[in-house]
């Protein structure tokens, strides 16, 4: 079963707006991390929370953390055209030795 | 350039082919992983390796074998494609397998098993 799920799976807004997608997880992490793949390319690390960080920014990203709802957003702030792309939440499992991915939002950014 | 290569990028093949893709980091990463990408069902890990000679399988192992005999190559090894092993795979490496740890990922190479 899927350790995150990204919600919404897609998301289509205007150039400017801001775009928020959300990631659930089950099990305790160390750490979450964020994403980013253009279409048929590799993943691109975007940032990393830590599980006792609450908050993250990084330019126009903003994520957040909640532990207690095992849940994280991201937020991109006045978007781009070249944000178009599917982001990925990952959830390093406690004990474990990898990453674990959810499904993805694919994300448009309409000019 | 810090960077993942893999080779080849595109590959079209016949069942029961044996085929290897390459894999090489140039950070000297510790920790590579192997990954396979469909549609609906997200990034799912096939294997994994700490380090030198030390590999282990990751949710998706089965038709697949890795080798790690040096810290910069971790190709995968398909003795025997068949159809459901169609898919866009990716090499991934980070410095080690510590949870801090961003992974970098390579391009990506789209197998088509016929």
């Known amino acids: 079963s899927q350790q995150g799920e990204e919600d919404p799976q897609a998301l289509s807004i205007q150039e400017g707006e801001n775009a928020t997608m959300n990631c659930s997880y089950k099990t305790s992490i160390n750490n979450l991390q964020w994403y980013r793949q253009n279409s048929g390319r590799g993943l691109v690390h975007l940032i990393l929370i830590r599980s006792n960080e609450r908050e993250k920014h990084s330019g126009r990203l903003r994520v957040t953390l909640d532990t207690s709802k095992k849940s994280s957003s991201l937020l991109i702030t006045a978007s781009r055209a070249a944000d178009t792309a599917s982001y990925f939440c990952a959830t390093y499992l406690r004990g474990a030795q990898k990453l674990v991915f959810g499904q993805g939002t694919r994300l448009t950014i309409n000019p | 350039e810090a960077q993942v290569t893999q080779n080849p990028r595109y590959l079209i093949t016949v069942t029961g082919k044996k085929l290897t893709v390459t894999c090489s980091q140039n950070m000297n990463h510790e920790y590579m992983s192997w990954y396979r990408q469909d549609p609906g069902l997200g990034l799912r890990q096939i294997y994994y390796?700490?380090?030198?000679?030390?590999?282990d399988k990751g949710d998706v192992p089965e038709g697949y074998k890795v080798s790690r005999k040096e810290k910069r190559n971790f190709p995968l090894i398909l003795e025997s494609p068949s159809p459901n092993q169609t898919s866009l795979y990716f090499c991934a490496s980070s410095l080690s397998a510590g949870s801090v740890n961003e992974q970098f990922f390579g391009p990506g190479t789209r197998l088509t098993v016929l």
């Open positions: 390796s700490m380090n030198v000679e030390v590999t």
